[in-house]
């Protein structure tokens, strides 16, 4: 495997227009794309189980004395923090430290978790990283280094913290809820069951022994290597005064590093799903990338994506002036990870991802079953009919063109140009049900 070769080449291709979802003819090159969405600087990873690895950079740091990207300059790792800190909190489970499955009023000793009418609820590890306990909905901005407050002030909503205390405003793990208020928590109870910063537990338990050595949760981490940090910029190209906001919550939003160093902890969990690792046993790196809520796309720290063609898991980021992702595409054994210093650098990342997808991901090729075939009703002005040929389904809804849907690995089929999913569920009668999903809704079609 010569990444290199395959990296300059993906590059210099990728698709303009990748979020239509179809591969367009019109390719870009990513300094064509930088210029396109006003990106300054981006910084891309790949590296594969076998050790090796792959860097490249381009455009400048900004700032007023900018400099050229390069591979050891350190970006806000924005979410993926989430990652990294789930990361930490399995080895402490472990250790025996922590419990999946324990109350978290077992560990908190700084500040209790309340609801809004200030109760106590049961709310345990397993459910803060998966954002499953239902907490508030916060998307953490940053401070100013001088008008920071404290993790717990952040936790009660005091001093000059702009978000609102963190409650339980949702039935614990009933439903899953994206939010940073989960790591908050998270971070407040690592350092409280531990004894130690959270920042300074980090570096031991994660980031010295993954070898992510361009990497810290330390909020003064980037002043004292300011020639080699990415300052932010807001949509349009607009600087972020003082270069960068200052994240308290750092297990949230607070990481910075390089994609090195990102594609070395998802490549050490890709190991350890395979029992390969010295760090982290099996068991605990498969529930990371396993659905903790049914038909979901988050495990345990987190995103997963099983969908045929996109076979991968990792995380996303996203803060003031920064976008980054880092994934593994675990059947290939290979990582990437990319790190923009703008927030218009969304449709940059997805090109770079679609271009990883298409080089790495796993298509599924499982053979449905003959018996489904048939006429199926969601309404009675809307019939829907099923073909099987030569091992494909052919699905056909009313009005529409007949399409061959897409197997999927658990059983799923999806629709090749539709937000679509297709299952069929055997009834109490043994006759198939359809059950369509679109956005996230599952409507019934059964068997005529």
């Not at 600087?41 to 400048?60: D, F, K, L, N, R």
């Not at 200030?118 to 916060?138: C, I, K, N, P, W």
Request: with cysteine; charged share 20%.
């Amino acid at each position: 495997m010569d990444l290199s070769a395959d990296w300059v080449a993906l590059l210099g291709q990728l698709d303009r227009h990748v979020s239509s979802g179809r591969l367009s003819p019109d390719t870009a090159t990513v300094s064509d794309l930088m210029s396109s969405y006003r990106v300054p600087g981006v910084s891309i990873a790949v590296g594969h189980v076998s050790g090796q690895v792959w860097t490249t950079a381009y455009g400048v740091t900004g700032g007023e004395t900018s400099t050229p990207v390069t591979a050891g300059t350190a970006f806000a790792a924005c979410s993926i923090s989430k990652h990294v800190a789930a990361f930490g909190a399995l080895l402490l489970v472990q250790e025996g430290v922590l419990d999946l499955d324990t109350d978290i009023g077992a560990y908190l000793t700084s500040w209790q978790l309340l609801d809004r009418a200030g109760r106590q609820s049961h709310v345990t590890v397993r459910q803060l990283l998966a954002h499953t306990a239902g907490l508030s909905d916060t998307w953490y901005r940053g401070y100013a280094a001088d008008r920071a407050p404290s993790l717990v002030q952040v936790l009660e909503g005091s001093g000059l913290t702009t978000t609102p205390p963190v409650r339980v405003t949702l039935l614990p793990g009933s439903r899953f809820r994206y939010s940073g208020s989960h790591y908050s928590v998270l971070q407040q109870l690592m350092a409280d069951a531990t004894g130690a910063p959270f920042e300074d537990l980090m570096r031991t338990l994660v980031l010295q022994p993954v070898a992510m050595a361009d990497s810290s949760f330390d909020q003064r981490f980037p002043h004292q290597r300011q020639q080699l940090v990415a300052r932010g910029h807001h949509v349009g190209g607009t600087r972020v005064p003082g270069g960068w906001h200052v994240q308290p919550e750092t297990a949230a939003a607070g990481l910075w590093s390089t994609p090195a160093d990102l594609i070395r902890l998802d490549l050490e969990i890709a190991r350890a799903a395979s029992g390969d690792s010295k760090l982290l046993g099996r068991d605990l790196a498969t529930e990371m990338w396993t659905p903790q809520i049914a038909g979901g796309g988050y495990g345990l720290g987190t995103e997963i994506d099983e969908r045929a063609g996109r076979r991968r898991f990792g995380h996303t980021g996203l803060n003031v002036g920064y976008t980054c992702f880092s994934y593994v595409w675990p059947d290939s054994g290979t990582a990437v990870a990319a790190m923009t210093n703008s927030e218009d650098g969304w449709e940059l990342l997805a090109s770079i991802r679609a271009a990883a997808d298409r080089r790495y991901a796993t298509s599924v090729t499982a053979a449905p079953p003959d018996d489904v075939a048939g006429r199926y009703v969601l309404r009675d002005d809307y019939p829907i009919d099923i073909a099987v040929t030569d091992g494909h389904l052919t699905f056909s809804a009313a009005a529409q063109q007949p399409v061959v849907l897409l197997a999927d690995a658990d059983g799923r089929y999806l629709h090749p140009g539709l937000d679509l999913e297709v299952r069929f569920v055997r009834s109490d009668d043994q006759r198939y049900v359809l059950e369509l999903r679109q956005e996230g809704v599952t409507q019934t079609a059964r068997s005529q």
